[in-house]
């Protein structure tokens, strides 16, 4: 544990991997910040360029920056790594290439006194390009009741954005890696099953749109692991085994066999319009997805969604 973090109201959790280029902006914005009391914690996750060199360097002069190593494990174990060392009752999620704007800490902070019952606090989010031009914004639903509903279809929520009570993450055991890419997706599912999220409808973060982040992978991967996490939390809510690993090269074919699952479940069942958006994207990635889009047909005919039947047979 470092001891450092119980003095400070909030620790700001950065996991880092080859960030060169975007770590000085980031800092800044953390410099930047109108409310001064917390502490910066960045963990290392087996960079091999300038990344190291350039945070030992800004530590000289800011020494409420920690370093940790991680030796390249993944983002939940990095982000893992950290969550071990901190005891600030708050901790604000923030990427070596994003931003966060002067009244983030503060107005979080702010939220999260006011609404007591919130584990964590999200926001809207910026969208900025690599050099820093604005791209519009992404807003989140921003009570608990909506957001519980939306995180049943999708993620809704930006992890740069995000604080939350340490506390209830550490309750929960932190992320899982086994769902690295959607690891947030899965931690947010997860929370508001036993606790609320709330989220303010401010632009606080300013997030980086580039070639090199997860979701800018041409093969979308992140977004099957998201509906795996989708699908893994309909088997908890039905009371089923959750999924222990994801398979590393056939995933398209097992989420499309767990689709045809979770059609027939009674408790939890799949919604057929989320359903018929997983077998597309499986679709794309390869998969037959048959005898899942017969089973989607029967059951829109038997729910008389026919509005969904006729695009599950365009599928």
């Known amino acids: ?41 960045v963990v290392d996750d087996g960079s091999t360029d300038a990344t190291m060199d350039i945070l030992r360097a800004y530590q000289k002069d800011e020494p409420r920056l920690h370093l940790l190593k991680n030796a390249g494990r993944g983002i939940s174990a990095a982000l893992n790594t950290g969550l071990r060392q901190i005891d600030s009752p708050f901790v604000a999620r923030l990427d070596a290439d994003d931003l966060a704007m002067p009244r983030r800490l503060r107005t979080q902070v702010a939220a999260l006194r006011h609404n007591s019952d919130w584990v964590l606090c999200g926001s809207d989010v910026e969208r900025i390009d690599a050099i820093g031009t604005p791209r519009g914004v992404l807003t989140s639903p921003t009570t608990p009741e909506a957001i519980a509903k939306r995180l049943h279809e999708k993620n809704c929520l930006y992890h740069p954005s995000i604080m939350f009570r340490s506390e209830a993450v550490k309750r929960l055991g932190g992320y899982r890696s086994r769902f690295d890419g959607a690891e947030d997706y899965d931690l947010y599912l997860r929370l508001s099953r036993l606790w609320q999220l709330g989220s303010l409808p401010e632009a606080l973060t ?9 979701t800018a992978d041409p093969d979308r991967r992140y977004r099957l692991i998201a509906d795996a996490v989708l699908l893994n939390t309909l088997r908890r809510e039905a009371n089923l085994m959750e999924f222990q690993n994801l398979p590393a090269d056939d995933l398209p074919l097992f989420l499309v066999s767990e689709v045809i699952s979770a059609l027939g479940r009674t408790k939890a069942p799949l919604k057929p319009r989320i359903a018929r958006h997983i077998l597309a994207r499986c679709k794309r990635a390869g998969a037959d997805i048959t005898l899942a889009k017969r089973a989607l047909v029967r059951a829109t005919l038997a729910g008389r969604v026919f509005q969904e039947t006729i695009k599950a047979l365009a599928l």
Not at 206 to 214: L, N, S, T
């Open 1 to 41: 544990m470092l001891e450092a973090t119980a003095a400070f109201t909030v620790t700001v959790l950065i996991p880092v991997r080859n960030a060169a280029p975007t770590l000085m902006p980031m800092l800044e914005s953390l410099k930047a910040q109108t409310f001064r009391d917390f502490i910066i914690v």
């Open 206 to 214: 300013q997030y980086r749109i580039h070639d090199g982040q997860v």
